[in-house]
């Protein structure tokens, strides 16, 4: 069995052009070898040590590897190969001038979206990869994609690279930004895109996420990514293009104050049995508790006085349960009902859960 000869020093870990790995010496035909992922024309990059199976049998239906890949920090800084086609736009010719957004605080690695958006400067990231870029929430299916996402305008051709999705559309200038120095969709248009790939669940709890006001005191980033009339006008504005229609069906949902995919679900599933909709991040003043600030609740009925709790994993942590105890008793101590659910009525789609807010809204209508 033949192994394929050990890539120079040079070249591991980072990308290089053909001309680099001929200068090294690397032999033409090493570069196909499937250890060589091609990110661009002329581009490669090792993918590592493949295994003597690999090395013998072709598997085109494998399935997708588990390993988020997110960013466009870094790669394709270098010098890129101009792409094979009639005229390759500048970055510097591009129609209008897009604004740059703040650099998310997590970063991961997007080496093959940097590759392509260096050597094709015209192509925007879009869809699923303008939001992993930006280390938004995904579905753990959207999250695990290695496929890289790009829209041209519709006169430009689809590209040829492997693992690349080319989409062809318009884009004006508005609803191109720069995200590490790469031109990606904006957050109303990306969003919009991903509704040709998301369930109409996962529509909402992303929408959820990009209207979130964050905590000052714990979060890093200081605005919402866009707002729900942002959202709107983006719609109102492409009314022709693909999954328009779930797109407007989600945005009827999407609600200021869910602070977990856990509790937009809850909210959801609460809609689909026809419970009146809860308001959301509820507050209640008590003075033993605080009287700077106040105690709330996820979800609730303040006409009412009840009070909805979703517990993640992390509410067992430290002194956490304390700190949620006490703020219920602040509830409990103003006249309201308090109930507290958690992963395992997400577990059976919070049918037990349903049953209970369904008995306090009914017992409450009847006093």
């Known amino acids: ?39 661009g024309h002329g581009r490669y990059r090792w993918a590592g040590r493949s295994s003597p199976v690999e090395e013998l049998e072709e598997r085109p239906d494998q399935p997708e590897p588990t390993a988020p890949v997110h960013d466009l920090a870094v790669a394709g800084e270098q010098e890129a190969e101009q792409e094979a086609e009639p005229h390759v736009v500048d970055a510097a010719d591009t129609a209008g001038s897009p604004g740059s957004e703040p650099t998310p605080s997590v970063h991961s690695t997007l080496p093959r979206a940097a590759a392509v958006l260096a050597t094709v400067p015209d192509a925007c990231a879009s869809h699923l990869t303008a939001a992993l870029v930006r280390d938004w929430w995904l579905p753990q299916k959207s999250q695990a994609t290695r496929m890289v996402h790009v829209t041209r305008q519709p006169e430009r051709h689809r590209l040829r690279y492997p693992g690349i999705i080319t989409h062809r559309s318009l884009l004006p200038a508005d609803e191109v ?6 031109r990606v969709t904006s957050p109303e248009r990306t969003w919009l895109d991903c509704a040709t790939l998301l369930s109409l669940q996962d529509l909402v709890i992303l929408g959820d996420h990009l209207v979130r ?5 714990a979060e890093t980033r200081r605005t919402q990514w866009t707002t729900v009339e942002a959202l709107r006008e983006c719609l109102q504005a492409h009314p ?13 949902l999407i609600r200021v104050g869910a602070d977990s995919p856990q509790e937009t ?24 508790y605080s009287t700077d600030f106040p105690a709330t609740a996820d979800l609730g009925y303040p006409q009412w006085l009840i009070a909805i709790q979703y517990e993640g994993q992390h509410h067992g942590e430290g002194n956490q349960l304390a700190k949620d105890l006490r ?13 507290r659910f958690g992963s395992a009525d997400s577990a059976e789609d919070f049918r037990t859960a349903l049953e209970l807010i369904g008995r306090a809204v009914a017992a409450a209508q009847g006093r």
């Open 1 to 39: 069995m033949r192994y394929p000869r050990p890539l120079p020093e040079a070249l591991v870990d980072r990308e290089f052009t053909r001309a680099e790995a001929l200068a090294l010496g690397v032999r033409p035909g090493r570069l196909r070898r499937r250890d060589i992922e091609r990110v």
């Open 213 to 217: 006001e964050p905590y000052a005191w």
């Open 265 to 288: 679900l809850l909210r959801l599933a609460m809609h689909r049995v026809g419970l009146p909709a809860p308001a959301l991040q509820v507050e209640c003043w008590d003075a033993q």
């Open 327 to 339: 703020r219920d008793q602040a509830f409990l101590r103003q006249g309201w009902t308090v109930l």
């Open 240 to 252: 022709g293009v693909p999954g328009i229609s779930r797109a407007r069906n989600a945005l009827e």
């Open 177 to 182: 930004v720069l995200v590490h120095g790469r």
